[in-house]
């Protein structure tokens, strides 16, 4: 087990993080807490930082054409290019990784400005993505040594996204298993569930899925792959478009779930519909619920139960312009699993958008 504390942030490499700031910001009730670019001396690239509650985004664009920014999103278009995690001692989990086998991209190196200092090391994953590990124990500015507080004269209204609930990462064919392993060997995950292609499949497509969690439990992974079935599968039409694995989506949790996506489609959030005939017989499947049912059906929401409680969950579609990268809103009622009850319903309208797409 390594001392991963928590994700300290997300970063997505985007083709205009001005704009991408903007969209965050406006629609998803992200407050812009510090800046990086031409005016902080940052001469190849420009960096927002996003926060709600416990999340923290940041969006990174190029500044120029032969920047690895650019180069990154010539290839995949926007995407999640890295998630941080916390840890209390970088030169430590770096050496016991890269020893385990992870590839090293960036050996521990102190960034340092007037608040402090902060140690920082970089591996890569699947594809593209990378992990840094961040020791931030002395540092007292807004985000990262480079950055400034950010300063607006804009209001921002929080939906009510609190925290990251769980990652997804889509990954080739015969991929998961190599990784599973990775995660457990090299960076000491273990495996919490796993679902097979006849959990996830509907009349025409498949994938399979397990999911790691680290140690304490608060870095949920679940890595998917496809399985072979008629037509092509969602984690198939992402692996093409975003040229190659990476991360599907990210899962938002929320107190109140009913607020939060009542909020984000009257801010123009799209959402995957999943057919009337879900709601027949909703209350027989799941038992009573404290939301209205009204209301659920009436937001499309997804609800399941598990052994320990039901959760409530829905999915935007796409949020760039290729159909890869995606968010998940969830509400947790002591459930602690993934909303397997739903995979059937949620794939059949993941399909009828593929079939629009032309990618099924
Ligand atoms: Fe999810």
Not at 79 to 96: C, P, Q, R, S
Not at 333 to 345: D, P, Q, T, V
């Amino acid at each position: 087990m390594l001392p991963i504390q928590r994700i300290d942030y997300v970063e997505f490499y985007v083709g205009n993080a001005r704009q991408a700031a903007q969209y965050y910001r406006s629609i998803f009730g992200f407050e812009i807490i510090a800046f990086k670019g031409l005016e902080t001396g940052s001469r190849d690239t420009t960096s927002y930082v996003l926060r709600q509650n416990k999340i923290t985004f940041v969006v990174t664009g190029a500044l120029t054409p032969d920047s690895e920014v650019a180069e990154q999103v010539k290839l995949h278009g926007d995407g999640v290019k890295d998630v941080a995690f916390l840890v209390d001692d970088v030169n430590k989990i770096y050496e016991t990784v890269t020893v385990r086998g992870a590839r090293g991209l960036q050996p521990p190196v102190d960034m340092q400005d007037k608040y402090g200092t902060v140690r920082k090391a970089v591996i890569g994953v699947y594809g593209d993505t990378t992990h840094t590990f961040i020791q931030r124990s002395d540092y007292v500015g807004p985000f990262l040594p480079g950055y400034q507080a950010f300063d607006t004269a804009a209001a921002t209204e929080s939906v009510g996204l609190a925290s990251l609930d769980h990652m997804v990462a889509n990954v080739g064919w015969n991929e998961m298993d190599p990784w599973v392993e990775f995660y457990n060997k090299v960076m000491g995950f273990t495996q919490l569930a796993s679902f097979d292609d006849k959990d996830i499949s509907t009349e025409y497509t498949a994938l399979m899925s397990k999911v790691m969690q680290n140690g304490n439990g608060r870095v949920k992974l679940p890595i998917n792959e496809p399985a072979p079935g008629v037509r092509k599968s969602q984690v198939e039409e992402y692996l093409d478009f975003y040229g190659g694995p990476g991360i599907q989506h990210l899962a938002l949790t929320t107190n109140d779930i009913l607020h939060t996506v009542e909020e984000l489609r009257k801010r123009g959030v799209d959402f995957i519909r999943v057919p009337e005939t879900y709601y027949e017989n909703l209350e027989e499947r799941v038992g009573h619920i404290k939301e209205s049912l009204d209301e659920i059906r009436r937001l499309g929401l997804l609800v399941d139960r598990d052994d320990e409680g039901y959760l409530v969950q829905i999915f935007t579609r796409p949020q760039a312009d290729r159909p890869t990268f995606f968010f998940e809103i969830i509400q947790r009622h002591n459930a602690r699993s993934f909303g397997k009850g739903n995979f059937k319903a949620l794939f059949e309208a993941i399909e009828a958008d593929q079939a629009l797409r032309g990618t099924l």
